[in-house]
């Protein structure tokens, strides 16, 4: 980005830059649409990741050079399942088919994320889910939108009450992961009235920014499956930490995100 825009030529820049990407992420997603029907078979290891791949090669010969179109010097997340902090500049982060082993097995959930990341923070991001067309949106200070209207978290104010959600961050965790996920799920079920556990994070977290579910947590976990979600409900009025109630980074070994009225005790719950 030219070092000499100020302050409302970049917002006015970004604004453009999203609605070229959600354009992208549209045009990407027909791909995956296409490949949707029945269940893809595999009797090994072997086949399924070659299924995975095959489904992210579809979206990725499209949408690659789309942004990189858009962004020549960004750097590219070459690995979905990548944690931690990212190197300065700009840096595209892509899931080309979050949910993909939803879409193998013929299940609905699954979508196709661009987020632009600069100097480590998210600053706009593109969730299509192509079998409905909806387009979730958000940039940094201007909100987040669905297909164009508003979303807000919800006025929750009663953890009892609420709807709350996990995902597992990948199938091989480490055994001490999966041990806080399962004692974390069984400590919800008392103070919720409901959780939800199924991936992926991203379609959790558009519920969450569209007031639809009160909560999302998450163990351990990647750069593309939570930073469009954060943006999103942060953008929408949410509230963003690790499950002890910190900041929460790329590099935290927990995330939460929350509607206000519910973040506190969503962290009580998470902490014991």
Same mark, same amino acid.
């Given at each position: ?53 095959? $489904? ?43 949910? $993909?082993? $939803? ?5 609905? %959930? ?96 558009? $519920? ?26 942060? %953008? ?37």
């Amino acid at each position: 980005m030219p070092e000499t825009l100020r302050t409302t030529d970049v917002a006015a820049f970004d604004a453009d830059l999203l609605d070229r990407t959600a354009s992208a992420v549209r045009t990407a997603g027909s791909a995956l649409r296409e490949r949707f029907g029945e269940v893809v078979r595999h009797r090994t290891r072997e086949e399924l990741m070659r299924a995975l791949a095959a $489904n992210d090669d579809s979206v990725l010969d499209i949408l690659r050079p789309l942004l990189a179109g858009l962004r020549p010097d960004a750097g590219w997340v070459e690995d979905e399942l990548d944690g931690g902090a990212l190197p300065p500049g700009e840096w595209w982060v892509v899931d080309p088919a979050e949910g $993909n082993v $939803n879409h193998l097995h013929a299940l609905p %959930e699954w979508a196709v994320t661009a987020t632009l990341v600069r100097e480590n923070q998210p600053v706009l991001t593109a969730v299509h889910l192509p079998l409905t067309g909806e387009t979730y949106t958000a940039r940094t200070g201007a909100g987040a939108h669905l297909d164009g209207l508003p979303l807000h978290v919800s006025q929750a104010a009663d953890l009892g009450l609420g709807i709350v959600a996990t995902s597992q961050a990948r199938p091989d965790e480490d055994e001490a992961v999966v041990r806080r996920v399962g004692s974390s799920i069984t400590a919800m079920l008392f103070d919720a009235l409901v959780v939800r556990t199924a991936v992926p994070a991203t379609l959790h977290l558009a $519920n969450v920014a569209a007031g639809r579910i009160d909560a999302f947590w998450q163990f351990a976990g990647a750069r593309a499956d939570l930073l469009p979600g954060a943006l999103l409900v942060t %953008e929408a009025g949410g509230r963003i930490s690790d499950a002890e109630g910190r900041p929460w980074t790329p590099e935290s070994g927990s995330f939460l995100a929350a509607a206000p009225g519910v973040h506190a005790a969503a962290v009580a719950t998470l902490s014991r």
